[in-house]
């Protein structure tokens, strides 16, 4: 199962594709070169190759041919969706030539320092502080899986044309020039955010896209009302969308993507359990490591009174003769309401009855009628509610009931 990038050990290894082949980089620490600042430090397991720090004996590490090369050719042979994620991140420094004073570079890739490889010495000054797997680091090896010695950042301080390396047995020294030939061992920091994936390979996810192409205020509504939208997601990850209205959770599932979906808690068949009022509608989605930009939808209910009637009647073999309907829901106490019934829904004039006592009494509802005009017998009911003087709201949520 794919981890983020933030949250993996250190010293766990993770692939990289240079020039399209994998390579392997160590996860060196999180929140590099400063705390919390959501980026994580990588440095490549085996140099890259061998080559000189500088093309003259100057320990001047800003001009350096291996930082050059660094931050030209070897970050080019990054994936381009990887290059997009490396920031450019100051690292202290000392800039060498004669200025030995330590300040900070703004580099995206640089080769470690003394100090953060765990290694002191009195001709290189402290940059920064050691890593927790500089023990890991000291000695580095060529992918042939042969010690090599390796270029840091480090100029000495004694000289301005020294520059330290640690060598084979993981020790730090500084003679020679910096034109000599050691190697090159890249790091650079990612988000902490990215993704891992379970053959350790660092991705760049995409957010799921949340498409809706209706207004963001739709004002008053009076009945229910469809809001379509789908959800895509580049990666082809699955999506878990969470449908709220008014921040309050009302439906969470997986969508197939690209299919369209409507919010369910504004439907007809929902719309009369929201309180009158102003409304917001929420949509989000989360791939599990990253979420799209939610939609946001406000409307305003305004409905005093209902009415409620089957659009097709019931039909009935013969004359029906009872009925007993039932009422849930929450009809305030001094709100106008009539329930009516016919067994001739289908003349042009059915004749209505009040079934209204005996729906507050539980009791079954005797049809006074006995004729029709239509061909067939057909049940029908009609209920009206109206807000009463106290203005306060309520909502009728099913109508159940039998006859005879």
């Given amino acids: 199962m794919a981890t983020l990038l ?54 001047a590490y800003a001009s350096c041919a291996l930082d050059s090369w660094f931050n030209n050719t070897y ?49 290189a000054n402290v940059e920064g502080s ?7 680091l000291q000695i580095a090896y060529n992918s042939s899986g042969s010690a090599v010695v390796q270029w840091t950042r480090s100029p000495d301080t004694g000289s301005t044309y020294y520059a330290c390396y640690l060598v084979t047995s993981g020790y730090v020294y500084h003679y020679g020039g910096c034109t000599g030939t050691y190697g090159a061992r890249p790091a650079f920091t990612l988000p902490s955010s990215l993704s891992v994936s379970d053959d350790g390979s660092v991705t760049v996810n995409t957010a799921p896209v949340i498409n809706y192409s209706g207004g963001s205020a739709l004002g008053d509504k009076t009945e229910g009302f469809t809001l379509n ?27 197939a993507l690209g299919e369209t979906q409507q919010f369910q808690a504004v439907l007809p068949a929902n719309f009369q359990t929201i309180l009158n009022g102003n409304h917001t509608i929420t949509i989000e989605a989360t791939d599990g490591k990253a979420a799209a930009a939610p939609v946001n939808v406000t409307f305003s209910k ?103």
């Fill in 6 to 59: 933030g949250n993996e050990t250190l010293g766990t290894i993770v692939r990289l594709k240079e020039n399209g082949v994998p390579q392997e980089f160590y996860v060196a620490k999180h929140g590099y070169p400063t705390d919390g600042n959501g980026r994580t430090l990588l440095v490549r397991r085996y140099i890259y190759d061998t080559r000189q720090w500088h093309t003259s004996n100057v320990n």
């Fill in 229 to 255: 939208y789908s959800v895509s997601d580049a990666d082809g990850d699955a999506v878990t969308v969470t449908e709220k209205l008014d921040n309050v959770v009302q439906r969470t599932f997986a969508p």
């Fill in 130 to 136: 050691a890593l927790s797997i500089a023990s890991t």
């Fill in 302 to 404: 305004e409905v005093h009174s209902a009415s409620i009637t089957l659009f097709t009647p019931l039909a009935a073999d013969d004359m029906p003769t009872a009925i007993r309907l039932s009422i849930t829901g929450d009809i305030p106490d001094d709100a106008v309401w009539t329930a009516e019934v016919c067994n001739n829904a289908y003349d042009t004039s059915p004749t209505w009855e009040n079934i209204k006592p005996a729906i507050q009494s539980g009791y079954n509802f005797v049809f006074s009628n006995k004729t029709k005009t239509a061909e067939n017998w057909g049940i029908n009911f009609r209920i009206e509610v109206t807000r009463g003087p106290s203005n306060t709201g309520g909502y009728i949520y099913a109508i159940e009931g039998g006859f005879q």
């Fill in 75 to 123: 970050y080019n042979l990054l994936d381009a969706d990887i290059r997009a994620q490396i920031a450019a991140v100051a690292i202290p420094y000392t800039p060498g030539n004669g200025n030995n004073s330590v300040t900070t570079l703004s580099r995206k890739v640089f080769a470690l320092s003394v100090t953060e490889l765990g290694r002191t010495a009195s001709w």
